[in-house]
């Protein structure tokens, strides 16, 4: 059975940096784009950064020049650095992968169980 799991997230002051990982797990055939997305409380899901297959990257205005989403291919995890943090990126933050399992007909979506994610001012 294929499952994301995340690591990291934490409390942190404002203008501090936390690291996220995601590591995929399973039969997977193909693991195309990873994307971050995070939920602060009474808002809805939004779609924080995005990295393809082969690096191409995309991040909501919100966080561009702060946050760097990467991916390790051989280990299939998603990573997201997070610098100059502000207390407006307090949220849980959930991790996404669009996989092919081996017994899929189909590319699925496939969520992380949520990191919380806590930035003081």
């Known amino acids: 059975q294929v499952q994301l799991v995340e690591s990291g997230g934490g409390l942190v002051q404002a203008g501090g940096s936390l690291g996220l990982s995601c590591a995929a797990s399973?039969?997977?055939?193909?693991?195309?784009?990873m994307r971050w997305y995070r939920q602060a409380p009474g808002k809805q899901r939004e779609l924080v950064a995005a990295v393809t297959s082969g690096g191409s990257t995309n991040y909501a205005d919100s966080v561009k020049g702060r946050f760097t989403i990467s991916r390790d291919n051989a280990k299939n995890t998603v990573y997201l650095q997070m610098n100059s943090l502000k207390p407006e990126d307090t949220a849980v933050y959930y991790c996404n992968a669009v996989i092919f399992a081996a017994t899929s007909l189909d590319a699925d979506d496939y969520w992380g169980q949520g990191t919380q994610v806590t930035v003081s001012s």
């Open positions: 399973g039969r997977i055939l193909s693991l195309n784009v």
